[in-house]
């Protein structure tokens, strides 16, 4: 009769039976179906150390420009043993590019050209910020041009996971640096003494060249500098040379990639005939109704007085890769957040609670996302006096996800456990990524168990 009671369900044979021999069963029902519409982005809020760097136009996709501002943390301690302003000798801009972090032409050469910031930079600040009015045009501190070769794109052997993009900036700045941890240590000692006295920070932008758009794992300041003391032992003088990392972009400080997409008139085309799109950076995501209240309304029918437990509800999503020139392809991770959440979840810096918000990885061999962990929330409705349009309207987003792994170490062997946790969940605001929902090839798996009580 349970299996009567749905399409597309099915029920295994009895698993098991009680003193009173009644029949215990396990039913999956996939009878379920969502409904989707494609909705704008709109601005988003980095919360990345990554930068986007570089101007591109991908048929198929659209043009994407991004240039960066950036604040740094700087280190509590700078060098001054047998160290005086004499020896500073030079200061670069560092950026790191692993391997294959970017979409685009490998050859074109680009340029670009860093700016110091003149003013705080707002907080929060959005992808959609406009640095004019931020950075003197007219106090450039250095430029660059980089190509392929310089981002390890030849290196056909892999011996490289990242290049570097280095950029010469004005040995004065190195100075005034040493200078005014001399004068007032404490204005290195935490984030905000350092950018509201000393140093505000970066603006790096594309300054000529197009065709390729760059993701940047890391940005710092290097110094470069000599010692120079007297050896009594052997009465000689000697100098060393040496080189400090100590300004880096850190998660306790503002950087944003400034983001410009226009999306191809292809992609829209899409759109308009109904078909769900998910493009990121800040272009398109998936308003999604999820069949909460029919799944509700079929399981109580379904077990009506009978004793029943849940023990899973899963959700599916097939996607199809959208053709474009550079294969751009879906995002590694997907974001299903109810709606009335979305914005709370990025403004509070969440993790997911598999209640109101769930992520999964992209399967390239299935061509889906899977969320697997969705019992919670169905619980939450059944507990509800009424399950209304909030409660079953969702988002999908691309998102950025940061993992820690932990475990026990030697130098020769791993011991112990390892585990994976994440530590943060923001906007995806890295290189393209698209792809369409197949909305009517999702699939939605609730498993019971259900036992009828002989009397």
């Known amino acids: 009769?349970?299996?009567?009671?749905?399409?597309?369900?099915?029920?295994?044979?009895?698993?098991?039976?009680?003193?009173?021999?009644?029949?215990?069963?396990?039913?999956?029902?996939?009878?379920?179906?969502?409904?989707?519409?494609?909705?704008?982005?709109?601005?988003?809020?980095?919360?990345?150390?990554?930068?986007?760097?570089?101007?591109?136009?991908?048929?198929?996709?659209?043009?994407?420009?991004?240039?960066?501002?950036?604040?740094?943390?700087?280190?509590?301690?700078?060098?001054?043993?047998?160290?005086?302003?004499?020896?500073?000798?030079?200061?670069?801009?560092?950026?790191?590019?692993?391997?294959?972090?970017?979409?685009?032409?490998?050859?074109?050469?680009?340029?670009?050209?860093?700016?110091?910031?003149?003013?705080?930079?707002?907080?929060?600040?959005?992808?959609?910020?406009?640095?004019?009015?931020?950075?003197?045009?007219?106090?450039?501190?250095?430029?660059?041009?980089?190509?392929?070769?310089?981002?390890?794109?030849?290196?056909?052997?892999?011996?490289?996971?990242?290049?570097?993009?280095?950029?010469?900036?004005?040995?004065?700045?190195?100075?005034?640096?040493?200078?005014?941890?001399?004068?007032?240590?404490?204005?290195?000692?935490?984030?905000?003494?350092?950018?509201?006295?000393?140093?505000?920070?970066?603006?790096?932008?594309?300054?000529?060249?197009?065709?390729?758009?760059?993701?940047?794992?890391?940005t710092l300041m290097r110094m470069y500098y000599r010692r120079a003391w007297h050896n009594t032992e052997t009465d000689r003088d000697t100098v060393a040379s040496y080189v400090a990392s100590y300004f880096g972009v850190t998660p306790e400080v503002v950087v944003n990639n400034n983001i410009h997409l226009t999306i191809d008139q292809a992609v829209r085309d899409r759109v308009s005939q109904g078909q769900a799109v998910v493009l990121a950076p800040a272009g398109l995501e998936v308003e999604l109704t999820f069949p909460g209240r029919e799944i509700v309304n079929s399981y109580r029918e379904a077990v009506g007085k009978d004793l029943s437990v849940i023990n899973s509800l899963t959700f599916t999503i097939p996607v199809e890769e959208i053709d474009n020139e550079y294969d751009v392809a879906p995002p590694t991770y997907m974001l299903l957040v109810l709606k009335s959440e979305r914005d709370k979840f990025f403004a509070s810096n969440s993790l997911t609670d598999n209640k109101t918000s769930f992520y999964a990885t992209y399967n390239a061999t299935t061509h889906s996302y899977s969320f697997t962990a969705m019992r919670d929330y169905l619980l939450s409705l059944l507990d509800k006096e009424e399950i209304t349009d909030d409660d079953v309207t969702f988002v999908l987003c691309p998102i950025d996800v940061q993992k820690e792994t932990t475990g026990s170490s030697s130098y020769y062997y791993y011991y112990g456990t390892t585990s994976t946790t994440e530590t943060a969940i923001t906007p995806y605001v890295s290189t393209p990524v698209m792809a369409r929902i197949l909305t009517d090839k999702a699939k939605i798996k609730l498993t019971y168990s259900a036992q009828s009580i002989k009397i």
């Open 1 to 218: 009769m349970l299996c009567a009671a749905a399409i597309a369900c099915e029920e295994t044979s009895p698993v098991g039976e009680s003193v009173a021999d009644d029949a215990v069963r396990i039913i999956v029902d996939s009878s379920f179906t969502i409904s989707c519409k494609t909705i704008e982005t709109g601005a988003v809020q980095s919360r990345t150390i990554s930068a986007l760097l570089g101007d591109v136009e991908i048929e198929g996709y659209g043009s994407l420009r991004s240039d960066v501002v950036a604040q740094f943390m700087t280190a509590s301690v700078l060098d001054t043993t047998y160290v005086n302003e004499d020896l500073i000798d030079s200061i670069k801009l560092v950026l790191a590019v692993p391997r294959g972090s970017f979409v685009g032409d490998s050859l074109v050469p680009m340029g670009l050209s860093v700016y110091p910031l003149t003013r705080d930079l707002p907080s929060p600040i959005y992808s959609d910020f406009d640095p004019s009015g931020y950075y003197d045009k007219n106090t450039r501190l250095g430029v660059k041009t980089y190509n392929a070769s310089q981002l390890g794109l030849s290196d056909t052997l892999g011996t490289w996971a990242t290049k570097y993009i280095d950029v010469t900036l004005p040995s004065s700045m190195a100075k005034d640096f040493y200078r005014a941890y001399k004068n007032n240590p404490s204005h290195f000692a935490t984030p905000d003494a350092f950018i509201g006295n000393v140093f505000k920070g970066l603006y790096i932008t594309n300054s000529y060249g197009a065709g390729r758009i760059t993701r940047v794992a890391q």
